[in-house]
């Protein structure tokens, strides 16, 4: 097995190691000992250099040695290593403030952590809550920052595996325990890697809150990530401040009332929409042919688009004359609506269930309207074909 050179130290960024094994082409090497964190524990592995080669991926294999991929192979019995130090140190502050977020919520709540993801962006902890209240989750936050402020110590030990009545959680690990504490608040058993102390994570920020399987997912950035975090929200509400020309305090209670204002000026055109199109299905009639079946049929085929509310208001507002006929289609999505007056002569809902059955569509409706859609094109054209001989069809006296 390999030695893990991390366990003992976090901070351990140079080393120097023998190569136990090589695989492959040579690019995937197995030391003897090793700084690079495997992918574990829902931590992602290290990066950085050997002889110079970037590592790729670090992983642990079945037997428990430690894989190393590179970019390219390397040679020599023994082989000089450098960690990539932005990436670790900020592997350890997301880490070390997960410890500190599940035990707070312990502390706070009494509810466990049931799994943990750090990702490129953030990360995140499943707790065994369905739900959990914003005022709570401040008094978390704040909680945690204030174990930050005062710098408590955080130190590993190892431990038999029978050792575990003050652990957080229990662990069904084999063998000697490594156990990560945290100075009167937190004890887990953990191989990842830590910071020395709390002031260390710099600070944390709890984002946003999911329901997942049962449990709520807590979003949460340490250090330097919460930084960056904090910074991009600040200059995306500045920039939104500066466009509704309020202050940024102001700013939520703008959005609203913008909001509130949009939706009744969205309510007013869908209302003054509907009264154009009635108005249009009035003159419409007025200036329809009377056909040889003695109907006025109009058709109002589009190339795309939805046959919506206006469409509909139009239909009624021409249906309501006397024998009148009002077919629309739509090519994509291919969708057809027909409307009559009561005394033409036809029921829409059986016409057009018919012929959307005979072109594979389906739908229907009422005596006076019905709706459906087919399959594509060509049955489009069918449909549409069928219902212009029904239509024809009709003689009225």
Known sequence: MTERLYHGDSYLVDFSARVFAREGDGSRLILDRTAFYPASGGQPCDFGTIEGVQVLNVEEDDEGRIVHSL????????????VDWERRFDHMQQHSGQHLLSAVIVECCG????????????????????????????????????????????????????DQADLRAPSSRQGTLRVVKMEDLDVSACGGTHVHATGEIGCLLVGRLDKMHGNVRIEFV??????????????????????????????????TAQQDRLKELEKACRRLAVELAKRRGRELYETAP??????????????????????????QSFTASPRAVYLAASRDPAAIL????????LQAGAVLKQALAAAGGRGGGSTGMAQGSVPGAEALD????????????????
């Open 71 to 82: 970019s390219a192979p390397v040679a020599g019995d023994t082989v000089n290593c450098r």
């Open 111 to 162: 509810i466990p952590t049931v799994s943990f993801h750090l990702g490129e962006e953030f990360s995140t902890i499943d707790i065994a809550t369905g739900s959990l209240d914003a005022r709570v989750v401040a008094r978390i936050e704040s909680r945690a920052n204030q174990v930050i402020a005062e710098n408590r110590a955080v130190t590993v030990e190892y431990r038999d595996p029978s």
């Open 222 to 255: 340490c250090g330097s990530r919460a930084v960056r975090r904090a910074r991009a929200d600040y200059d995306a509400l500045s920039r939104i401040a500066r466009t509704l020309g309020t202050p940024m305090a102001a700013t939520p209670d703008a959005v």
């Open 290 to 315: 009377v056909t040889a079946s003695g109907l006025r049929v109009h058709e109002n085929v589009i190339a795309s688009g939805s046959l919506g509310d206006d469409v509909r208001a139009e239909a």
């Open 338 to 345: 027909l409307a009559v007056s009561a005394d033409a002569g």
């Open 382 to 397: 069918a449909a549409l074909a069928a219902i212009r001989d029904v239509v024809n069809s009709v003689r009225l006296t």
